[in-house]
């Protein structure tokens, strides 16, 4: 809708000589249609929104006071407000190795063969503290600036898993047991390495989103702060949109699921392990949060709580919903139980080392 | 969404977290911890959107009073955005952020409470270890001794020197009934934010508790009934309240 109104007024004001004739064609083709919808944009139709919203918010108070409604509105917001300051640390980052590092450096940096620059990728999640939501735009960022997407997926894994706050919540969840924390470590770094290493072997280019892969023009010097800037906003408004239906699923199921399930499952090995693992991918807790919640869970053993915390940042309704909107659904449906076979199998051999 | 329209939905969003790291409604949802971060968060937000208009305008203007809405264009021919802008097709995604917008300026969600408890599993009290049940200070001394509901619940568990016996605790929590009609003081325990709570709560007993309603803070002023937390009641002790009266709801609802 925006874009032939825009090429439309372009072309009057003399500088459709750029856009070269086929655009100019499209334009001819689509002008049609839209000079009749132009009228109302998304600028009216978000005042149209807030107006209608504060005139029902009476009747909404009433349709949400039905105490399942009310829990999961609060598990909701609380889901969004707990992620977006790690989010926007995440688009930070994104945008700071957009305008500052060019991919000549990026290249440098890295190995130049792929099975050698997934394991530093992932040694070099540690860096990055914070939660999983960061990582997913700082790994697009990476991919954009010419990082093979294997490598990008090794970090997307790692960064949330190995970092140091994560560690250190996972240190003082489960006091006196560092074996704990040193199998959550292996666990983690080994999932992204093999998933990385996977997707080297098996991943094609046509998976992801072709906008997640698109190359930044190079910029003059000048603009890098306005680069900075605008990538930044760019990612904050569309990878939080992601966010918030990861949030949604999140308060659905946090209401939905019954929580009855662990203690039904108790003593039994394999099927506790299926289930901690299955139960990371819906709760979406935050990674520093789940060490806590796993550490709570004392009529388990060790084993399926270790599943729990691998399982977890690399894969969760959250999660899935923000792959799928930033490398694109396909990528998401593939990528998704990969991981989350690869994490289960790395916790559980992490686990017979460490733990046994 | 154009890109006018998603910087004012930046401008609500980082309002809406401002709003709440400042009058203390974030409570509800996070840790107190995370105050500063909510502040720098919003603060963020609000410094890309205006910067970002603040372009558009500037762009708008040198481009001889031409409306805003070919500022994005501006860019696009400088060369400076994200990715989507080469497509054609402005993201839909940015619609949802006005989700949690509402959520927070029409809504705003109350703290979790009786529905939350009532749905949890039930789940012991941490710290089972035999080898350190007399490893629990002494209760500081006076005639009613304040608690924390989670201290409370793990005492009565664990404590090998059965400090509780005797002695009377005022209890801060609000009030559950359970779907059989017993009625519990309750607080939810949280770690990062909302979605990781579990609750911590002791029957009450000795009093009238058919007046209590559900979600009705309290503070309660009783005694442990030695031996009432046992693993077949998944450790939930009894408290023969003497004094219940009713308290406004506390700034901070959670225990940690």
Redesign the interface.
Known sequence: MRRPAGTRRRSAGGLAARTGTIDAVTTATRAQPSRVRRRITSLEVLCALLVLALALQGWLNRVLDVPALRTGSTVFVAVCVQAMPFLVLGVLVSGAIAAFMPAAVLRRVLPRRTALAVPVAGAAGVALPGCECASVPVARRLMQQGVPPAVAVAFLLAAPAVNPIVLVATAVAFPGRPEMVLARFVGSLATAVVTGWLWARLGRPEWIAERALRRLPATEGGSRWAVFAETARHDLVESGGYLVIGGLTAAVLNVLVPSGWLAAVGGQAALGVLVMALLAVVLALCSEADAFVAASLGALPLLPRLVFLVVGPAVDVKLIALHAGTFGRSFAVRFAPLVFVVAVGCALAAGLVFLS | ??R???????VL?GGA?LK?AVNGT?L???KPA?QP??I??GT??LV??A??IG?DIRTARR?GG?VP??A??G?H????????A???????????????V???F??S????G???VN??????P?A?DPAKSTAFPPLPAGDVVPMKITDFVTRSAWDGTNALDNRAVRLTGFVVRDPAGAAYLARLVI??????A?PVKARLAGVDTAVLRNDEWVDVVGTLVPGSATQGNQYVPTLTATDVHPVPAPADPYEY
């Open positions: 969404m154009r006018e329209t998603q910087n004012i939905v930046l969003l977290l709440i974030y509800r949802y996070v995370l971060w909510l720098a968060a963020v937000m890309l959107a910067v970002a372009r481009a031409a809405a070919e994005g264009h860019h021919d400088h060369g400076v955005h994200g990715g989507n080469h497509l054609g097709r402005p993201p839909r995604s940015p619609w949802l952020l006005l989700l949690p509402m959520a927070i029409l809504v969600p109350p703290a979790l009786a529905d939350t749905r949890a599993a039930p789940r012991p941490a089972g770690t990062c934010c909302a979605a990781d579990w």
